[in-house]
Structures are given as C-alpha cells and as structure tokens.
C-alpha cells in the first residue's frame, strides 16, 4: 500500500490537534457548568438526548448579549421555546419543543462558529429544566395589570374595527402598525409632531374614557398605536423612547393571550401572562427602567399549561411630550442625556470619558478574553496590501489584529492603558493616545483601519473629527478601512441610535486588574468601581458596566466619509452586525 502525500498526513495531524483541543474545551466547560451549579457533572448531563441542553460561555458575562443569541435561535430553529440565562451563571441553558428539535441544534452548532454570533459553541444535553431566575409581576415597581378591562362584546367591536380600517399598515417584522393621534417613526425613533391629528375612532376614544377610573395612570393618551401579531410573531426588547413620551404606558390585549417578558438591566425577568380584555399599565421604573418584549414563539406556558397562540392585536395607548427632552434618573435607558456633556475638538466628552475609556480600562482582562478571534475579512484585507506596507491599528485593544498578517508592518493606538497592557506583552508595538489628536505626522502610513472605534464618539462633531484623522494620517493613495456597530442587526433592536450596553465582568476580573496595579492607577480603578455611573450593578460575583455606542444606520458612515475632501469613498457593506467601507486617499 502506498503511503499518504505528505499534505494529507499533515492535514489528519492538524484536524487530531483540532479535535483533542475541542475536547479539552468540552471537559473546561463541563467542570465550569458542575461548578456554578453545585452538583457531580453525571447528575446535570443527559448521555441521550433531552429537550434541555446547556450552553456553556453564553450566560452572564458573554459579549453575546441574551437579545442577539435568542434572536438567532428563534431564526435558526423552529422548535426553540426559551432562553434562560441566570445573572450569576456563565452558561446558558435552551428549551426546544422535542428532543428531536434539540438534536437537530446539537448537530448544527456543536462545535462550530456561527457567523452572526462569532462565538465557538458547545451543546450538552441537560436532565432537567432550567430553573427560572425571575421575580413575580407585582415586584416590578409601577407595572399594573388590570384582567377583564373591557367586555367580550366590547372587544369583538374592537377586532371588527381593527380589520375593517383602511388607509396604509406599516409592516414590521411579522407584524402590521397603525397609529392614531401621532405617528411614530421607527426610523428615527421618535413621535412625528407634524403628523398631529385628533381623529380617534369613537370606539378608541371608549376605551380611553373608560380608562379615567384607573387611579394609577398619570395622563390621559393623545397617542395610539395598534399592532396586529401574526401567530407566534413578537417584538424585540426595547424601552419606549423616553423623550417622546410621558411616563405611563398602556397595552390593550384582544383576541389572544401571550406572556410579555420585563427585563431589568441586572438580567431580573419578570414573565407576565397577558389575557385577552386586560390592560397592561407601566409608569416609572417599568417604564423607563425595565425593557420589555415579547419571544417570537407559537405558543406560551402559562401555569404549567402551554397555551397555543393565535392572531392578537394591541392597542398602545400613550401621551406625547410637550418639549421632546427627558430629566429621568435612569441614563443608561434614556437617550436625552447624550445630548448633554459636549467636549472639545480634541478633548473628550465626559461621557467618552466615562462609558468608554474608564470602562475599558476596568474591563481589559476580561474583554480580552473575548477578543480573541480576527474577523476574516478584515484578516484578509490586511493580506491582500503591498508587501512592506505600514500599518496603524486606531484603537487597537488587546492587538488582535497586530500579528495577522506578516506582509505588513504594524502599530497600534488606543486610549486604554490597560488593553494596551495585554498588546504591548504580547509583542506588539503600541501607543497610547486619543483617536481625535492622533500623535503622528501627515501622511504617515500606508494603510489605517478603525474596528469598532468610531461608535464610541458621543457627538457628531466628535465622529468627524476621528475620521477626519485617520485620513490625515494616510499617505495619498492608501487605503483606510472603517468598521462600526450597525443599527440594523438581525439578532439585535436598538431602540435609539445613542445606547448604553452592559458588559457583566466576573468579579475574579476585577480581582486580576487590581494586582496588576498599582498607585494612583489601582486607587482611580477602585474609585471607578464603586462611585462610577457606568457601573449600574455589582454584587459578590459580577460588576456590571454600561458602554456608550452610536449605532450607525445603512448610509450615515459614507455620509460622514464624503464631507472629507481627497477621499473616494467605496461601497458600504455589512459584516459581523457592522457597517464597513474601504477608502481611497486621492
């Protein structure tokens, strides 16, 4: 028998390293997962197949946020019912319909990357259900639910009337829109004051009269907005916009039955079971502080029933602000207080300063670890320049991108000294400085790429600034390569462009970046622990830190890229949740 070509026994002692390093990972998860659940691991996993599996490195303290990955199990797989995620557990746990749904997840992910997650994955079939870290309804803090609001022929008046109506119905993700007294533009997030008018429908205006006699309830509605649900179609977890609306909120179920889930930023769910004829009212903390959303599902467990849905229809009922602004405590929900804290050209703002550059510097470890992986087309853009090429990584973090490709010579900036730390110790060349005054001459570099950089810039002004930066620095005829978050991800809805989003850090972090200190840096990191604003949340195991984005829509990154003069500006496409362009330095 002749012997294998050498490539071939190269490539089998690769794929065998490949395979003893996945099961390494598989035994580090399992002890992880026996562990945070204080039990032998032959007690927590099946050796056949269940409809409960575990998902290690997907709970708390993942860069997976739970909307992203339970947005793309609901895409990927029809006999998905819940994801359960516990604030103190580092796994996640997923109900399907049937052992045969989870096999068919097993198949598909076990030990396999997807692109919309950019995460390894790894599946264990678990004996039992998970347990519920929930709170009950009447522990959240201003939500009221009145059953029976309306009369089962008061609601078929309703449901007749909402399938009668003409005039345009905005499609929405398997759901159909229509507003009365103002319309809201989803868009930009916001109520449309010229669209003012005062035409409800005598039926709607019973029903808003009929709501008087509830003492709870701040307003009286100018504002309302109908939603038809196709059967198992849901919404997104979004707070309502806080400078379009006064506090207070109302939802009028007809039709169906369906559970709306109320999450607070410290991951505590509230499951509330809807009726048909009853009214959901929010005001204060539910309403500005708890986000609330509805799981794309077919049918719901109620008690220990599962309960089929059906087609429903909602009638939100809201008051418009007089002056579109909003004093609320609660910053990391509300988006009128971006608008405040303007910094200098050069100078950050104060909230750059603190939902950015303090919060990095208190997360490098941790985020670190999680910024492991290069994006491939970024990897190969890199490859793909002239032999020789000098390259500068603006904002850089931890180097991941530094030592991708061997044809090019590169450094890196970022105004983190802790994850220019972790850079620096791995080899790489780095400085620390400020993307809005970069500390090199005109028409340095061949190349400049900006990953995930630009969206941390709290002002216009600000993002144009750093842009225009990265070109000054590019010779004539170098390529610039520009990635930030897109407010139109499919696993992800923003419900503003201007967001805080959380990182749940593990306290042994904290722990980690505290030894490597020392002076005045390791006092300015305790301080910022326990009196920063970013930090919303910490208790024996987790800090929660809140991180400051812009999210971009389709089309806003070229717009900002054509105002700078000697620049051709190429196509926009789409890539890992983010908007991206390559430029030309005429």
Not at 22 to 27: A, D, L
Not at 46 to 59: A, D, I, K, N
Request: negative net charge; hydrophobic residues 35%.
């Amino acid at each position: 028998m002749e012997e294998a070509p050498a490539k071939t026994k190269n490539a089998l002692k690769v794929q065998k390293r490949q395979e003893n390093k996945f099961r390494k990972k598989e035994k580090k998860a399992q002890s992880m997962i026996a562990q945070q659940e204080g039990k032998p691991i032959s007690e927590l996993l099946s050796s056949t197949p269940t409809r409960y599996c575990y998902l290690p490195y997907f709970g708390a303290g993942s860069y997976v946020t739970f909307e992203n990955l339970e947005a793309f199990l609901v895409k990927e797989f029809p006999g998905f019912e819940k994801l359960t995620v516990q604030k103190s557990k580092a796994h996640a746990m997923v109900t399907f319909s049937s052992p045969e749904d989870a096999v068919v997840a097993h198949e598909k992910l076990h030990g396999k990357t997807p692109e919309e997650l950019n995460q390894p994955m790894i599946i264990f079939f678990a004996k039992d259900a998970p347990v519920e870290e929930a709170v009950e309804s009447t522990q959240v803090t201003g939500l009221h639910l009145v059953e029976d609001f309306i009369t089962p022929e008061e609601e078929t008046e309703l449901i007749n009337f909402v399938e009668s109506c003409e005039g345009e119905w905005e499609v929405l993700n398997r759901r159909t829109v229509k507003h009365w007294g103002y319309t809201f533009d989803y868009v930009k997030n916001t109520v449309d004051r010229e669209s003012k008018n005062d035409n409800f429908p005598p039926l709607f205006r019973q029903v808003r009269e009929k709501m008087k006699s509830l003492d709870f309830l701040p307003f009286e509605p100018d504002q309302i907005t109908v939603n038809v649900y196709e059967p198992g179609a849901g919404i997104p977890q979004h707070v309502e916009t806080h400078s379009a609306f006064e506090d207070g909120l109302v939802s009028l179920s007809l039709a169906s039955q369906v559970v709306m889930e109320l999450k607070h930023p410290d991951g505590t769910v509230a499951s509330v079971p809807l009726p048909r004829r009853s009214i959901l009212v929010l005001t204060g903390e539910s309403r500005f502080l708890w986000s609330h959303g509805i799981c794309g599902r077919k049918s719901d467990t109620i008690g220990n029933v599962n309960v089929e849905r059906k087609k429903r229809i909602s009638l939100t009922f809201r008051k418009v602000r007089d002056v579109e602004h909003c004093d609320c405590k609660y910053q990391a929900q509300c988006n009128s207080w971006v608008s405040e804290f303007k910094g200098s050209q050069q100078d950050n703002t104060k909230i750059e300063d603190q939902y950015v550059k303090e919060v990095y510097n208190s997360i490098a470890p941790h985020f670190s670890d999680t910024r492991h992986k290069p994006w491939p087309k970024i990897t190969q853009f890199l490859k793909d320049q002239p032999y020789g090429s000098l390259v500068c990584d603006v904002g850089c973090g931890n180097g991941k991108y530094l030592g991708v490709a061997d044809n090019v010579y590169t450094i890196g900036n970022d105004q983190s000294v802790q994850l220019l730390k972790i850079a620096s110790e791995r080899g790489h060349q780095v400085a620390v400085c400020n993307n809005l005054y970069l500390p090199f001459r005109s028409e340095s570099f061949d190349v400049v790429i900006s990953i995930a950089v630009i969206h941390h810039f709290s002002t216009k002004e600000h993002r144009e600034q750093a842009l225009r930066e990265l070109v000054r620095v590019l010779k004539p005829g170098g390529k610039l390569l520009v990635y930030v978050w897109a407010m139109e991800q499919e696993e992800k809805t923003f419900g503003q462009q201007d967001v805080l989003v959380p990182w749940n850090m593990e306290k042994k972090y904290v722990e980690q970046i505290l030894d490597q200190s020392e002076g005045e840096t390791k006092e300015k990191i305790q301080s910022l622990i326990s009196e920063s604003p970013a930090v919303t949340k910490q208790n024996k195991e987790y800090v929660v830190f809140q991180r400051y984005y812009h999210v971009f829509r389709k089309g806003e990154l070229p717009t900002l890229l054509r105002k700078i003069e000697g620049l051709e500006v190429g196509p926009e496409e789409f890539d890992h949740a983010n908007w991206t362009v390559v430029c030309t330095k005429l």
